[in-house]
């Protein structure tokens, strides 16, 4: 099962009907959710000058019967959203010798490594095999920290004789990167940024080409729950520990994995193939 997308699927269905100040309310939630999440009606009207009849207003046109409810829906969504100077800092409140550093830092990602089972299913791994496999071309895209395991995935699928292309992280060219996308090809999209206003755009750009758009992320944007075919959840780690990416690239060679297995016979007769070309080339280092 991936990400509880409850919070985004209200405000999508809502997304027309918001007036200036709900805007405004929003995008102040979507910039501070941990902050928003644990504030008082009265915090919350104070922060964004909103007044309390219109953020009952706010709340109730999204479904939720009372202020509790809804500060429970921005939790849920945004739960793993929080920058690296909160994170140390939680981290180190918490830690105050190397062997607790090192127990706590390790058992962290083996508790990460434990959810990931509930939030990936046996259904998301073989729908993603499929669509790599059945691409004509892969598109994968990674800014940020998402360019570890982005990469990593662009080296490894090229084994199995598939078309991978590595978007760039340059701004200035990520146009051109996408261009070619056309409605038979696939983007892997690595989200750990909170880039937002770019990243929409890149997804709107794909989504209108028909190609399919696969996100891998933490903390979604309501905004690209309209874009993505699929999304799944890959935290890494806790809310307040500061995280590594020891998730993210455990579930990029569980792709590899998963891809190998739906291929069967085939794709170790192609892996067999790579290795005696390898040794005869003097390739290997």
């Known amino acids: 099962m991936s ?9 999508s269905q809502v997304s027309e009907q918001l007036t200036r100040i709900e805007t405004e309310l ?5 910039k501070n959710p941990h902050t928003a999440a644990f504030m008082s009606l009265k915090d919350l009207c104070g922060s964004t000058d909103v007044s309390k009849p219109k953020v009952i207003d706010f709340y109730r046109k999204l479904g939720y019967l009372n202020f509790k409810e809804f500060r429970g829906g921005i939790l849920e969504f945004y739960e793993q959203h929080i920058n690296s100077y909160q994170a140390s800092s939680a981290t180190f409140r918490k830690i105050g010798t190397l062997e607790e550093l090192l127990n706590t830092a390790i058992q962290v990602d083996i508790n990460s490594l434990n959810r990931l089972v509930q939030q990936i299913s046996t ?17 994968i895209y990674g800014p940020g920290t998402g360019f570890y395991p982005a990469h990593f ?12 292309h590595l978007v760039g992280t340059d701004p200035m060219h990520l146009a051109e990167d996408l261009f070619p996308l056309t409605s038979d090809d696939v983007l892997v999209f690595f989200h750990y940024s909170h880039e937002e206003s770019r990243e929409k755009n890149i997804m709107e750009m794909v989504g209108d ?6 996100m891998v992320t933490e903390h979604i944007h309501h905004r690209f729950v309209e874009w993505a075919d699929r999304i799944l959840y890959v935290n890494r780690g806790e809310v307040e520990f500061k995280n590594s990416m ?6 990029a060679n569980l792709l590899l994995l998963a891809i190998e297995f739906a291929q069967g016979p085939e794709c170790q007769r192609t892996l067999k193939e790579l290795e005696n070309k390898r040794d005869r080339y003097h390739l290997s280092f």
Do not use: C
């Open 153 to 164: 995935l662009y080296q490894r699928l090229k084994r199995y004789r598939l078309d991978v």
């Open 246 to 251: 020891a998730v993210p690239m455990h579930f």
């Open 26 to 30: 929003l995008t102040y939630i979507t």
């Open 123 to 139: 259904e998301d791994l073989q729908y993603v095999s499929n669509s790599l496999l059945d691409a004509e071309r892969i598109y």
């Open 209 to 214: 080409t028909g190609a399919r758009i696969i």
């Open 3 to 11: 990400v509880n997308i409850d919070w985004a699927k209200r405000i």
